[in-house]
């Protein structure tokens, strides 16, 4: 076995409990999933999974009203994934979570779990009740976490907007919802403010990588910010390929991330096995995947955010031929930039 999967979720039974007693009975447009610990430990044997760093996915704590419940459940969670944690701590890490969008209690918890807890991290969703991530007023939270060169590991919810019939969220809204978030950390500088904080957006970032230039050139035409820095704080996220690894969308997330920032993900148990098995097969088929890129993507890559999981390792130098490329793109923004703010 040797993949870290830095998107698999669990559900400890109090949190199920109280989902189910507040009516959430399909996350994201899927039937709450069973969870165990045996479980998982038996998916991650059958999918060759040597670690994971584990969180609880949307809702979150937003489906409790009362902002003193909703931190509370919060802690609870977080002290039955680190005693699961500490308990295999080469089998599990955790991201903590915290009750946004109240940024002092998250600020509070986020402090605890990464001091006193040893979280891996901490989850943030794409929006909570309807306040997305990186809009004004979340500076205290994201100073906890530069102070400690946390991870914020970032998962879609449910868009602010009624659903769609036929289309269930997670198969499209969770996408927007994920892009929307990142596109607020880059226009609103929070890239920029705390470049300790190393934040992986999930599923392959939405549409970022599709989408990045184009989401750039929106934001120089609003800020007049250089475009070049926009897409260096577009590219210097980090990607999982949770229900991501196909030949469609790989290439466009290697072309696009920068070296190093790749990062294997599962998605189980909200990704059924079979789901887990049919990407994993993705990433082990893609012919424009070398051995020596699979194996960062599928663990080495891992390593510079959760050392205690192996040996740190380098980032890989990009070739020759694409560095020049890069150059050629950059020189041709700078002419668009200038066109644009300048008309």
């Known amino acids: 076995m040797s993949r870290v999967d830095v998107h698999q979720h669990l559900i400890p039974p109090d949190?199920?409990?109280?989902?189910?007693?507040h009516g959430v009975t399909a996350p994201g447009g899927r039937a709450l999933p069973e969870w165990r610990p045996e479980a998982a430990r038996a998916l991650m044997e059958r999918a060759e999974i040597a670690s994971a760093v584990l969180s609880v996915s949307t809702?979150?704590?937003?489906?409790?009203?009362?902002a003193a419940q909703a931190a509370e459940l919060a802690r609870s969670v977080n002290d039955y994934t680190a005693a699961l944690a500490h308990a295999e701590p080469d089998r599990f890490g955790f991201f903590a979570t915290l009750a946004m969008p109240d940024v002092p209690a998250a600020a509070a918890e986020a402090e605890r779990a990464l001091d006193d807890l040893h979280a891996d991290g901490v989850v943030l969703l794409g929006n909570a009740a309807g306040t997305y991530l990186g809009e004004e007023g979340?500076?205290?939270?994201?100073?906890?976490?530069?102070?400690?060169?946390?991870?914020?590991?970032?998962?879609?919810?449910?868009?602010?907007?009624?659903?769609?019939?036929?289309?269930?969220?997670?198969?499209?809204?969770?996408?927007?919802?994920?892009?929307?978030?990142?596109?607020?950390?880059v226009r609103n500088g929070i890239r920029r403010r705390y470049p300790n904080i190393r934040f992986i957006l999930s599923h392959a970032g939405g549409f970022v990588p599709y989408a990045a230039h184009r989401m750039a050139l929106a934001i120089v035409n609003d800020t007049g910010r250089s475009p070049l820095d926009i897409l260096d704080d577009f590219a210097g996220f980090y990607f999982d390929t949770a229900l991501s690894a196909?030949?469609?969308?790989?290439?466009?997330?290697?072309?696009?991330?920068?070296?190093?920032?790749?990062l294997y993900g599962s998605d189980w148990p909200f990704a059924p096995e079979p789901a887990v098995h049919y990407f994993n097969a993705g990433l082990d088929t893609f012919p424009g995947c070398d051995d020596i890129t699979r194996r960062k993507?599928?663990?080495?890559?891992?390593?510079?955010?959760?050392?205690?999981?192996?040996?740190?390792?380098?980032?890989?130098?990009?070739?020759?031929?694409?560095?020049?490329?890069a150059s050629l793109r950059r020189r041709l923004l700078r002419g668009v930039a200038r066109a644009i703010t300048h008309r």
């Open 59 to 66: 809702p979150g704590t937003t489906f409790v009203a009362d």
């Open 246 to 262: 196909s030949a469609a969308a790989l290439p466009t997330l290697l072309a696009f991330a920068e070296p190093g920032h790749v």
């Open 297 to 325: 993507i599928e663990h080495g890559n891992s390593f510079a955010l959760f050392p205690k999981f192996g040996d740190t390792a380098p980032a890989p130098e990009p070739p020759l031929l694409d560095r020049a490329r």
């Open 15 to 21: 949190y199920a409990e109280a989902l189910r007693a």
């Open 138 to 185: 979340q500076d205290e939270l994201f100073r906890v976490l530069d102070r400690r060169s946390a991870v914020a590991f970032v998962h879609p919810a449910d868009l602010p907007a009624p659903a769609v019939p036929g289309v269930p969220p997670f198969a499209a809204d969770f996408l927007l919802d994920t892009t929307r978030a990142a596109f607020l950390l």
